[in-house]
């Protein structure tokens, strides 16, 4: 098959659980919002009734478009909808397609996104986006990986509904063995690049080896809390999300009922997010910046805190997620409040990330 109309799309369901950033913003309840835009699953369930404005930055035109055809789904929708549209659980993604037909025909969005969706959704017969990025197409890969390696029972970690047991079960019957198996080849920088990154894979500064970073960050996911709440365990496992616990923080019904209801003005903005903060057009009072700045090397790693700046409200909030590279930076001015919120931080849902939470101190 032809990916040629999808082939843009580089993540559509997303790798980060923003429940962090989510977290905080219902705590502190910015009103000028920047993030970057991923899928815009990762970026729009950071608006609420009183944000006024928030910036979704990306520097790929088809990710922004993306995330406008997902804050129309917020607005028009309601949760069925929204989640039969998407194909999250209790629909799927390969089920209902008249429906969602029907659904994506009377969405109001440009019409270049309308074109660009219409000529997807033709090839893909109506069934869900969720997974179609390149980066979802990737763990399907893994998942079929997981399935051959751990054999019959390759999901048993995924069905417990008791966190004892569960860290019981990984500590004396798990299939360690052919689990690491299993890390060791996927879990390399060789075969994301050949899969994923096209060779533009981060330059790791992690003192722990690729192995023993991405085992560890599994292990804390096998431990801190039941795996099958977990979506990212869901698509290594399984290519997909299988049940209700499993539903990312973007669909649920707290999430969609906080956008649905705001009327925040919603900016798409395709530019390089340092740049754009260091014009000081706009002075934001909360940042969630993914972890684009563990791609940073050289002066940009080290100056981009300052250069941005020039868009911070005093006392802004930025969250960052270092994967594999943590910037050495200039943080003047910056205090690094993370530890004050260990606990968000510890259940978070994919655990690849050292998160970081700073707030300008001017
Ligand atoms: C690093 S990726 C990670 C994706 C994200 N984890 C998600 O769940 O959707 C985040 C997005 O940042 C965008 N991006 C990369 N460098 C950027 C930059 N300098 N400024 C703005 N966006 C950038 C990419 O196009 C990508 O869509």
């Known amino acids: 098959m032809s990916h040629s109309y999808f082939s843009g799309l580089n993540y559509t369901l997303g790798n980060e659980d923003t429940s962090v950033e989510i977290e905080l913003i219902k705590r502190l309840k910015p009103k000028k919002?920047?993030?970057?835009?991923?899928?815009?699953?990762r970026s729009l369930p950071l608006m609420h009734v009183e944000a006024e404005d928030i910036t979704l930055a990306d520097l790929s035109k088809e990710q922004l478009m993306l995330a406008e055809l997902r804050l129309a789904t917020y607005r028009s929708f309601n949760h069925e909808e929204f989640l039969l549209f998407w194909g999250y659980y209790p629909y799927a993604d390969d089920n209902d397609t008249s429906k969602r037909k029907e659904l994506f025909q009377k969405i109001k969005i440009t019409p270049e996104t309308k074109t660009f969706f219409t000529n997807i959704f033709n090839e893909i017969n109506y069934t869900s986006l969720l997974y179609l990025g390149k980066w979802e197409r990737t763990f399907a890969v893994f998942a079929k990986a997981c399935r051959v390696l751990l054999g019959l029972d390759f999901d048993r970690i995924l069905r417990f509904d008791n966190l004892e047991d569960q860290i019981k079960y990984y500590k004396t019957e798990f299939p360690m063995k052919r689990w690491k198996v299993l890390i060791h080849i996927l879990g390399n920088k060789t075969m994301f690049n050949a899969l994923l990154y096209k060779g533009d894979f981060i330059t790791k500064n992690s003192p722990l080896s690729h192995f023993d970073y991405y085992f560890q960050a599994f292990e804390r996911l096998f431990t801190k809390d039941l795996a099958r709440k977990s979506f990212f365990l869901q698509l290594c496992f399984y290519g997909k999300i299988k049940s209700l616990a499993g539903v990312p923080v973007e669909a649920s019904n707290e999430s969609f009922e906080?956008?649905?209801?705001?009327?925040?003005?919603?900016h798409f903005l395709q530019e390089d997010f340092v740049g754009n903060l260091a014009k000081g057009d706009t002075l934001y009072d909360?940042?969630?910046?993914?972890?684009?700045?563990?791609?940073f090397q050289g002066d940009l790693e080290r100056d981009f805190m300052q250069k941005i700046k020039s868009g911070l409200a005093p006392g802004a909030i930025i969250v960052t997620r270092y994967y594999l590279r943590k910037s050495k930076c200039d943080l003047q001015g910056f205090v690094d409040i993370t530890d004050s919120h260990h606990k968000i931080i510890e259940?978070?849902?994919?655990?690849?990330?050292?998160?970081?939470?700073?707030q300008y101190q001017p």
């Not at 906080?258 to 919603?266: E, G, I």
């Not at 259940?347 to 700073?358: F, H, T």
């Open 33 to 41: 919002i920047f993030s970057i835009c991923g899928s815009g699953g």
């Open 258 to 266: 906080r956008v649905h209801n705001a009327k925040t003005n919603v």
């Open 286 to 295: 909360f940042l969630s910046l993914s972890d684009v700045p563990s791609y």
């Open 347 to 358: 259940l978070e849902k994919v655990q690849m990330y050292d998160i970081r939470i700073y």
